[in-house]
């Protein structure tokens, strides 16, 4: 991730300004200054990832930038349930740690909106994600998918107990949170197989840092909840684009110059592959933005 900041920074960007965007990455707070045009900006140029050649267009960054990550949040129709108190009373989530961890390690304080989460049993009400809860829902869903008994965890070639610990417990796949039917395994297993993030070039299935854990909680939980494999993609590019806004800000960037597409336009299963949401997807995104002169 180290790499991509630099080469991030290294950018030359006539005329633009730098949007400094929160990005959540290997479990701690960090910056990405993301060169965005506070206005408008003209690109052309042939797109070295599909040899077309796009015209002249008009790109208005703060509305990219709003439909990504949308100041108000983003709310799927998934319901937290009794998952969390399960997880609490499992100590699998210790809501006095995560405050504490939070103000140290975040300068965040739990805010009538987590504290309904974390208090509330059979809560339902539909999860919103957003900038200022970005980091608790990480932790949340993280510690979900590290305890919940599932083949995915029990699965994966990395055993990483202690991950989380600093808000909950050591274990691994040891409580039963979320009972799914062998079909929505079946769904569960399809999607992680398949949803990458942009700091590494692991599936979702083989999580080896927090946000592949996270990623993991939201899709199984969803799965369980009955929904379908396009509503749980369009919900993990939701999350995925709050925890590393500027990789999907270049991703929408690179979509509206080369396919001329707006992010509402984007098939959701298609930016979280390989191609677009791992490591390395995330930097040939960004190598192309630059050759053509949009960043």
Request: charge should be negative.
């Amino acid at each position: 991730m180290a790499g991509i900041l630099e080469e991030l920074e290294e950018f030359e960007v006539p005329l633009l300004a730098v949007l400094s965007l929160v990005v959540l990455a290997a479990g701690f707070l960090i910056y990405q200054t993301v060169p965005m045009l506070i206005g408008q900006v003209s690109t052309t140029g042939a797109s070295t990832m599909t040899g077309m050649t796009h015209e002249s267009n008009s790109l208005d960054a703060q509305a990219i930038v709003n439909e990504v990550t949308p100041p108000e949040g983003i709310t799927i129709d998934a319901v937290w349930g009794n998952v969390v108190q399960d997880m609490i009373k499992a100590g699998a989530l210790d809501p006095n740690k995560l405050a504490n961890l939070l103000a140290s390690k975040y300068g965040q304080q739990i805010t009538p909106e987590m504290y309904k989460i974390l208090t509330t049993p059979n809560l339902n009400e539909k999860i919103t994600i957003n900038s200022n809860n970005a980091v608790f829902m990480m932790y949340v869903f993280g510690m979900m998918a590290k305890h919940n008994d599932n083949p995915i965890i029990h699965n994966s070639p990395w055993t990483i107990p202690n991950i989380f610990s600093e808000a909950g417990r050591d274990g691994w796949g040891d409580v039963n949170l979320i009972s799914l039917t062998s079909d929505q395994q079946s769904l569960a297993q399809y999607i992680a197989d398949n949803a990458y993030r942009p700091c590494c070039g692991q599936p979702t299935s083989k999580p080896d840092c927090t946000h592949g854990f996270s990623l993991l909680g939201l899709i199984e939980l969803m799965a369980s909840q009955g929904f379908d494999k396009s509503e749980i993609y369009k919900a993990s590019l939701a999350f995925n684009s709050y925890w590393f806004p500027s990789n999907y800000i270049f991703d929408a960037l690179y979509f509206k110059t080369a396919e001329n597409k707006d992010w509402n336009q984007v098939d959701a299963e298609k930016v979280m592959g390989r191609d677009y949401s791992s490591l390395s997807g995330a930097m040939a995104v960004q190598s192309y933005l630059k050759s053509a002169g949009i960043i």
